[in-house]
């Protein structure tokens, strides 16, 4: 299976934008990119995902490299609920989802 | 609506107890998912049932014994536990298990093993 990597943790001011960085060099064709993130105390939620067009919608923003190896989950203006965990995952094979060690997002008042 | 319940929030068991965790939607989603979360680490696939049947089994030991009754119910039968099977307990649902759509999550159920 194609692997994710992402920092350990990032660190943000309130009200800025977040760029949160994936690198996929393995990835195929056909893999879309999810992201989730988990909140303290809460199961994942989906965020977004696109396949090679970057992709918005009223949480984030997804921005997709050319060649497909890396990806960019963009906060536009990142708030103390935004803190989580998120996790960038490639596509679903036989309908699993493979979360990576993802990355702790801490947002600074 | 698009909620996955979970029961109970928290439990803690002997290693000789019999306990289910209860997992369910409304949302008319075929496939239903357990996970399992340990402390600081990413969740990891326990079972899939796809139109009540499970289609995945990630080598889990037989001490965790899955059931789906009907299309909006999971449950997760528990028995002769170890205190390492602490962890938090996550279910998910998705609406088609083939087209890698995706996945809603509970809130968890934390299990402590005495």
């Known amino acids: 299976d194609a692997k994710t990597t992402q920092p350990n943790s990032m660190e943000s001011n309130e009200e800025e934008p977040v760029h949160l960085p994936c690198n996929h060099s393995?990835?195929?064709?056909?893999?879309?990119i999810h992201w989730y993130r988990q909140l303290p105390s809460q199961g994942p939620e989906y965020v977004i995902h696109?396949?090679?067009s970057n992709v918005n919608n009223r949480m984030a923003s997804l921005a997709i490299a050319e060649d497909r190896k890396s990806s960019t989950l963009i906060l536009h203006r990142a708030t103390l609920r935004d803190a989580a965990v998120y996790y960038c995952i490639l596509s679903f094979r036989d309908d699993k989802i493979i979360f990576g060690k993802g990355t702790r997002l801490h947002i600074l008042p | 609506d698009t909620e996955v319940t979970q029961t109970p929030k928290h439990l803690v068991m002997g290693m000789t107890n019999k306990k289910s965790l209860k997992c369910e939607q409304h949302?008319?989603?075929?496939?239903m998912y357990w996970y399992k979360q340990k402390a600081k680490k990413p969740p990891e696939l326990m079972f899939v049932?796809?139109?009540?049947?499970?289609?995945i089994n990630e080598s889990v030991p037989s001490r965790f014994s899955p059931e789906c009754p009907n299309s909006s119910l999971l449950n997760l039968h528990l028995h002769a536990l170890q205190p390492e099977d602490s962890a938090l307990y996550l279910c998910?649902?998705?609406?088609?298990?083939?087209?890698?759509?995706?996945?809603?999550f509970g809130p968890g159920t934390r299990l402590t093993v005495l």
């Open positions: 393995t990835i195929s064709g056909t893999d879309y």
């Open positions: 696109g396949l090679t």
């Open positions: 998910a649902s998705s609406q088609d298990p083939t087209s890698g759509d995706t996945q809603y």
């Open positions: 049932y796809s139109y009540e049947k499970l289609s």
């Open positions: 949302m008319g989603h075929r496939a």
